[in-house]
């Protein structure tokens, strides 16, 4: 599949099959993610590798005393990967590594789709409850911010093609 196809064909998927996802895959998924642009090559993200069931069972991703009616992509995906991000490496100040961990984040999502595996964005970032849980349950240092959870894995669903493609938003040269 070509980049362009990926980009194009890529959906959320939040159903997925117990088949785990091998480490050579998921090593591509993050390599992808570090190849994404970054504002002065600073780089600001980590990213947290999740296989743990509990752990994922934990992951507090609803608000409190909320429950899916269902299991949601958290507890159907063999694996998750947390993209985090490191605002004190922003010597611009201006909060550019927001930026750089959707770049990332994004990146992983195309590579996923690509070797055939499912995944979806869930934010953590800017939720503070979400954060604060997160950094609890992983022992994530205080400077560092869980950004967007990838719950991912073989897709135990199918959707199409999106077309999203809008003349209405696009303008030339001025408003």
Same mark, same amino acid.
């Given at each position: 599949m070509n980049a362009l196809e990926a980009i194009l064909s890529r959906r959320s998927?939040? $159903? =997925?099959? %117990?088949?785990?996802v091998p480490d050579a895959t998921v090593k591509k998924l993050l390599s992808a993610a570090m190849s994404a642009p970054s504002a002065g090559n600073e780089q600001p993200w980590h990213f947290i590798v999740i296989t743990d069931r509990q752990t994922l069972d934990s992951m507090p991703m609803l608000p409190p005393g909320m429950r899916l009616p269902e299991p949601g992509p958290i507890q159907l995906a063999p694996l998750a990967i947390l993209v985090c991000g490191d605002p004190t490496s922003d010597r611009f100040?201006?909060? @550019?590594?927001?930026?750089?961990?959707?770049a990332a984040t994004e990146n992983i999502l195309i590579a996923a789709h690509a070797e055939g595996l499912g995944a979806v964005w869930l934010p953590a970032y800017p939720d503070e409850e979400r954060v604060k849980g997160i950094r609890s349950l992983l022992g994530i240092p205080e400077h560092i911010v869980p @950004?967007?959870?990838?719950?991912?894995? =073989?897709?135990?669903? %199918? $959707?199409?093609?999106?077309?999203? @493609?809008?003349t209405a938003r696009i303008r030339s040269n001025r408003w």
């Amino acid at each position: 599949m070509n980049a362009l196809e990926a980009i194009l064909s890529r959906r959320s998927i939040r $159903k =997925y099959t %117990s088949q785990p996802v091998p480490d050579a895959t998921v090593k591509k998924l993050l390599s992808a993610a570090m190849s994404a642009p970054s504002a002065g090559n600073e780089q600001p993200w980590h990213f947290i590798v999740i296989t743990d069931r509990q752990t994922l069972d934990s992951m507090p991703m609803l608000p409190p005393g909320m429950r899916l009616p269902e299991p949601g992509p958290i507890q159907l995906a063999p694996l998750a990967i947390l993209v985090c991000g490191d605002p004190t490496s922003d010597r611009f100040h201006m909060g @550019f590594w927001i930026l750089d961990c959707a770049a990332a984040t994004e990146n992983i999502l195309i590579a996923a789709h690509a070797e055939g595996l499912g995944a979806v964005w869930l934010p953590a970032y800017p939720d503070e409850e979400r954060v604060k849980g997160i950094r609890s349950l992983l022992g994530i240092p205080e400077h560092i911010v869980p @950004f967007a959870l990838i719950p991912l894995g =073989y897709p135990a669903e %199918s $959707k199409p093609p999106n077309n999203r @493609f809008d003349t209405a938003r696009i303008r030339s040269n001025r408003w």
